[in-house]
């Protein structure tokens, strides 16, 4: 599956755990982005990645969350001292698009879905 | 920022029947609307999207329409058959300035 890759894909914590999500692009995108998903909402938008450089952070985006991208490649989401306010589906997407940002397709990962005790 | 409000937030339709849902945007810098559908349990994925260039594109059974006047943009589906069910969203972005903002979705029940 040459997809976007996301692991693990259920994660359960207690509260004041970190918590780290994975996620594999398709190989040959450069924009890598983080949503967030809850029940009867759709993706809100985290953070994005531009090759290996941090674009833009949502003020969703707490400073118990950080994300890094440090190869260009694969990009990581940690949560430090989880609560259960963070419980989602936490989403990853990539795109080839060498034009604009905010346009081209998005490839969604599967997500990882975070329950916090 | 941009905010996109979308209805209903669900939609129960006959198989066969046509399905229309409807979005409003904040920002009339917005300029690029993309519909994702998203399957139980499964990933969203682009169904259509239009530019504020054009005021309707369609794909099959799939039509978009955006009226940049009154600032909302719609999804029309026609025949729908049982696997259009899903969670549908509409997103907005400004090209080149701004990242996608997402509406809450509908879930659409196409029965058979």
């Known amino acids: 599956d040459t997809g976007v890759s996301q692991d693990p894909r259920h994660k359960i914590t207690k509260r004041g755990q970190n918590v780290t999500f994975r996620c594999d692009p398709i190989s040959e995108h450069n924009r890598l982005y983080w949503y967030r998903q809850t029940l009867g909402q759709g993706p809100e938008f985290l953070t994005y990645f531009q090759n290996e450089a941090q674009l833009e952070k949502s003020r969703l985006l707490s400073d118990r969350f950080s994300a890094e991208r440090p190869k260009g490649s694969f990009s990581t989401l940690e949560i430090q001292r989880t609560e259960q306010g963070d419980s989602a589906m936490y989403l990853c997407?990539?795109?080839?698009?060498?034009?604009?940002?905010?346009?081209?397709?998005?490839?969604f990962g599967e997500g990882s879905r975070l329950t916090v005790l | 920022g941009e905010n996109v409000e979308q209805h209903p937030s669900t939609l129960s339709v006959q198989e066969g029947d046509s399905a229309v849902i409807k979005c409003t945007y904040s920002d009339s810098a917005s300029n690029y609307f993309p519909w994702y559908k998203q399957e139980l349990g499964k990933r969203p994925q682009l169904i259509i999207d239009?530019?504020?260039?054009?005021g309707e594109k369609k794909d099959q059974r799939i039509a978009v329409t955006l009226n940049k006047t009154a600032k909302h943009f719609s999804l029309h589906i026609t025949e729908t058959q049982p696997e259009d069910s899903a969670v549908y969203f509409c997103a907005a972005s400004i090209e080149g300035y701004s990242t996608l903002t997402f509406g809450k979705g509908t879930m659409l029940l196409v029965s058979p």
């Open positions: 997407a990539s795109t080839s698009s060498v034009g604009l940002a905010g346009s081209g397709e998005l490839f």
């Open positions: 239009i530019r504020s260039n054009v």
